[in-house]
């Protein structure tokens, strides 16, 4: 069986609201499936985690469930929401995403304001000495 990668980008969510759950919800169900590419963790330490702490679920439960029962992605929103009584205020929703969302931005940041000091390097090394 050929490995795939997940195509499921961070920024999606579903009709809960909570972004990168979807891709999270991936991951799960193709490594437990043995499709996920070996170059991707079934649940790191980044953002899966990150949206887990944010929606307040517990890491192995939430992972047992997935593989134990493979559900469909609104079968596994339908028991995020059950975990957490049956509801989950939006405002807990748009804190998870902030988080990510933030994180984004500063890596986003780190990356330009390195490759503009790479830049700058290398103009200054073909600068003539004097």
């Known amino acids: 069986m050929e490995k795939m990668i997940p ?6 969510a579903g009709p809960l609201g909570a972004i990168h759950l979807p891709r999270f919800w991936s991951k799960v169900l193709m490594s437990a499936k043995g499709m996920l ?16 702490d944010g929606l307040g679920l517990d890491r192995q439960k ?53 490759k503009l000091s790479e830049r700058t390097q290398t103009m200054q090394s073909r600068m003539p000495l004097r």
């Not at 195509?7 to 999606?12: F, H, N, P, R």
């Not at 590419?37 to 887990?52: A, I, P, W």
């Open 7 to 12: 195509l499921i980008g961070s920024s999606e």
């Open 37 to 52: 590419h070996d170059d991707y963790d079934e649940c790191g330490t980044g953002f899966d985690q990150m949206v887990l």
């Open 62 to 114: 939430t992972l047992d469930y997935l593989k134990a029962s493979l559900p469909s992605y609104p079968q596994f929103e339908q028991w995020v929401l059950e975990q957490k009584g049956g509801s989950m205020s939006q405002s807990v929703i748009e804190k998870s995403n902030q988080a990510i969302i933030d994180t984004c931005i500063r890596a986003r940041t780190f990356q330009r304001s390195r």
